[in-house]
Structure formats: structure tokens, C-alpha cells
């Protein structure tokens, strides 16, 4: 049973380009959530999609956005990057919705330059 | 900003003693869940707990969520090497579900 599937494992890219990260959930799982997670910081919450909607978002600009696949895969999309966008990008899922028991991926490193 | 905040933010512990972090978020919860990040992992599912002075145990850790709903608590009875990490609290908003993080308290052992 596969778990949750996040690439690419790292990232390198230059300010005011654009990334796509994506993400396998975990067999069973249809409700993903994506984060970001500084260095000693725990992960903030960018999104969660359920049913190709995303349905919560936390505090980020329109430069990040989304999208959710009829077979539940998700990606991330950030455009115009900023230094300040280097962090793991996390992406977790769970089985269903309104459930917040979420298990992680191994998360993809960015670093702007 | 972080609206959950986690004490400590740091614990060194010898081998075998206990160790407790607390988690006080400023809003109150619909539930809460605890997770265990390793150096260089990521954040790992360890339990939810959904209602109000709610305590539950796994071996040798107890998990306790506030008769408010608004703080927690992870006590680890003899601490182990395997037991390093941080440990994260995290939870749904009860006003509109956005989920939010504490910080994470990173525990430490000292052989």
C-alpha cells in the first residue's frame, strides 16, 4: 500500500519563474491538503482540495494556486516566485472529508534563487 | 500569524526521564491532532482527539485535549533515542475549519 507520493524531491528555480509540485495521495485517501514549512517552523496551511474544488485556503497570495485530478492526484503551482518561497512544500492526504487525520509525504525542498 | 502556540520550544532530557510539551491555541478547536516529524522527515500521524477532556494512550505516550477545547498536552512516560523529533499539535478551527500548526516542540535525548 503505497502512501503518499510527493515530486520532485527537490527544486531549484529562480525568482519570478514558475513551479508545479505534485502529489500521489495515499490509496484511499480523496482529500488533499497542501503546506508550507519553513526551516523550524511547523507547516502552514496553503489549501485543501476535495472533489477537483479546492474548498479551504489559508493565509496565501493568488500566486498560489491548485488543482485536484479525477484519480485525487494534486498539484501546486506557485507563480512569480519570491526568495521568500524557498521552504518544503508538504502535501498531505486523508480519507475523506471533515476527516483530519492526515498522513504526510516526504515533501519536495524549493529553493529560490 | 500562528495562533497555536507550543511550550517548550526546545527540551533536552536524559534517557529514561519524562517529557511533556503543551499546546494553547487562541481559538477554540473542533478537534486536534498530534504529529511527530524526525530530522529531515516529515510530519507523522500519532492520534486525534475529538472531545472535550478527551485523554488517550499509546504505550508510553498520553495525549489529553482541554475541557475548552482550546489547549493539549503529550506527556512521554521514559523517554527513549527513538523519541527524538518534533512533535507538532494541530487542529481545525471550530469558527471555519482552516486547519492550523503549533510550532512543535523539539525534543532532544541525551544518552
Known amino acids: 500500500d503505497a502512501g503518499v507520493t510527493q515530486s520532485p524531491t527537490h527544486l531549484i528555480k529562480t525568482r519570478g519563474q514558475q513551479v508545479t509540485l505534485r502529489c500521489s495521495p495515499k490509496?484511499?485517501?480523496?482529500?488533499v491538503s497542501w503546506y508550507q514549512q519553513a526551516l523550524g517552523q511547523g507547516p502552514q496551511f496553503i489549501f485543501q482540495?476535495?472533489?477537483?474544488?479546492?474548498?479551504q485556503r489559508g493565509n496565501f497570495p493568488d500566486r498560489f494556486s491548485g488543482h485536484q485530478f479525477p484519480n485525487y492526484s494534486s498539484e501546486l503551482n506557485v507563480n512569480a516566485l519570491l526568495l521568500g518561497d524557498s521552504a518544503l512544500y508538504l502535501c498531505?492526504?486523508?480519507?475523506?472529508?471533515?476527516?483530519?487525520?492526515?498522513?504526510f509525504g516526504p515533501g519536495t525542498r524549493l529553493t529560490v534563487t | 500569524g500562528q495562533q497555536v502556540m507550543q511550550i517548550p520550544q526546545y527540551q533536552h532530557v536524559q534517557e529514561g526521564e519524562d517529557f511533556t510539551t503543551y499546546c494553547n491555541s487562541s481559538?477554540?478547536?473542533?478537534?486536534i491532532q498530534w504529529y511527530k516529524q524526525r530530522p529531515g522527515g516529515h510530519p507523522v500521524f500519532l492520534i486525534q482527539?475529538?472531545?472535550?477532556?478527551e485523554v488517550k494512550k499509546q504505550k508510553r505516550l498520553t495525549f489529553q485535549f482541554g475541557e475548552a477545547k482550546k489547549n493539549s498536552s503529550l506527556h512521554i512516560t521514559a523517554t527513549q533515542t527513538t523519541d527524538v523529533g518534533t512533535y507538532f499539535c494541530?487542529?481545525?478551527?471550530?469558527?471555519?475549519?482552516?486547519?492550523?500548526f503549533g510550532k512543535g516542540t523539539r525534543l532532544h535525548i541525551l544518552p
Open positions: 498531505a492526504s486523508s480519507p475523506g472529508w471533515g476527516n483530519y487525520e492526515q498522513y
Open positions: 494541530a487542529g481545525p478551527r471550530e469558527r471555519d475549519d482552516k486547519i492550523i
Open positions: 482540495y476535495y472533489e477537483e474544488e479546492e474548498r
Open positions: 481559538t477554540t478547536l473542533s478537534n
Open positions: 482527539l475529538v472531545k472535550s477532556g
Open positions: 490509496s484511499g485517501h480523496d482529500t
